[in-house]
């Protein structure tokens, strides 16, 4: 049974930093590129970032280019993102997806994170 | 870029059929056929419906049906039923070599 499980969130001021993690189990976490998608409270899905299975080719939308950084550790079966310069528009809840066949084809979500970015 | 236009909201009743459309432009929706749809209930992670445009995975119900037609492609609820209401997205590759969502649907069963 596929299984993710984000951790990592919370409350942080506006201009700093957090790392989320997301741990997979119930498939070959290294044969799938991996994805962070966020909603913010009462709104839509927007895609964050997304990572190849070897972690060779990394993407980001644009309102977060230069101050996300998505990892993996295949090794552990790890999905991180690392968070900087945080403003109050990233707060949201963050899932971590898994691709098919490529990135964009999300076939299984985890239950998500929540960052809450206020001073 | 900006999301995927979506309806926000459609109604039916039980046993209706109902359409959600999904538009965008030549760069991503009409460009490709990595069109997918996903089902949110209330306070649940999205579960896939559709991928490809028109490809169903194992178990979900043969209702759900996806098509496209140039910058516009759509999901289709046949025999519409109670537990079928909850928020639609559609997500589209594009051209940048990013992922786009539409701005979602909630679909309400009469």
């Known amino acids: 049974e596929v299984q993710l499980v984000e951790s990592g969130g919370g409350l942080v001021q506006p201009g700093g930093s957090l790392r989320l993690s997301c741990t997979a189990s119930?498939?070959?976490?290294?044969?799938?590129?991996m994805n962070w998608v966020r909603q913010a409270p009462g709104k839509g899905l927007q895609w964050v970032s997304a990572?190849?299975?070897?972690?060779?080719?990394?993407y980001y939308a644009d309102s977060v280019k230069g101050r996300f950084t998505i990892s993996r550790d295949n090794s552990k079966n790890t999905l991180d993102l690392q968070m900087h310069s945080l403003r109050a528009e990233d707060t949201a809840l963050y899932y971590c997806?898994?691709?098919?066949?490529?990135?964009?084809?999300?076939?299984?979500w985890g239950q998500g994170t929540l960052v809450a970015v206020s001073s | 870029q900006s999301a995927l236009t979506q309806p926000p909201s459609v109604s039916g009743s039980p046993g209706e059929s109902v359409t959600i459309s999904c538009t965008g432009s030549?760069?991503?929706?009409?460009?490709?056929?990595?069109v997918s749809w996903y089902q949110q209930p209330p306070g649940t992670a999205p579960k896939l419906m559709i991928y490809?445009?028109?490809h169903r995975p194992s178990g979900v119900p043969h209702r759900f049906s996806g098509s496209k037609s140039g910058n516009t492609a759509s999901l289709t609820i046949s025999g519409l039923q109670t537990e079928d209401e909850a928020d639609y997205y559609c997500?589209?590759?594009?051209?940048?070599?990013?992922?786009?969502f539409g701005g979602g649907t909630k679909v309400t069963v009469l």
């Open positions: 997806a898994k691709g098919s066949s490529g990135f964009d084809d999300i076939d299984f």
């Open positions: 119930g498939f070959s976490f290294g044969n799938y590129a």
């Open positions: 990572l190849s299975g070897s972690g060779g080719n990394t």
């Open positions: 030549s760069s991503d929706v009409g460009g490709y056929d990595r």
């Open positions: 490809d445009v028109s």
């Open positions: 997500s589209s590759y594009t051209s940048a070599s990013t992922l786009l």
